[in-house]
């Protein structure tokens, strides 16, 4: 049987399509907070790279970007490894109301659901 008992005793139904459906929505989501982290951290390395030959810089605002759209786990990963970006109070202060951002996002999609099916 595909049920799970929650702590108020509500029986919740797991095999059922929209749990199927709940399911699909936690791997998507977490397939792309993984695939845009890996693409953060790459572009944080880039930018470091580019900073010490003084080539072409990734903007700030991309930078940013990335991590609102859920690439930040792979952005603070990048600026604790590669020690850049780590130490601008500015940049620091955008980068953590990005992921405040993405996190309410993120709660948000998560107790509502994904948009109904036209």
Known sequence: MCCLRTPDGTLV???TPMGADRRMTHALLLLAYVAMSV????AYARDKSAARVG???????TLHLM???GGWPGALL???RLRHKSSKPSFLAAFWLTVAI???ALAWLLANGPAPSL
């Open 102 to 104: 993405n996190l309410a």
């Open 13 to 15: 139904e797991l095999c």
């Open 78 to 80: 990048a600026q604790r």
């Open 39 to 42: 693409i953060a951290y790459v």
């Open 55 to 61: 080539g072409r810089r990734t903007p700030e605002k």
């Open 67 to 69: 991590a609102l759209l």
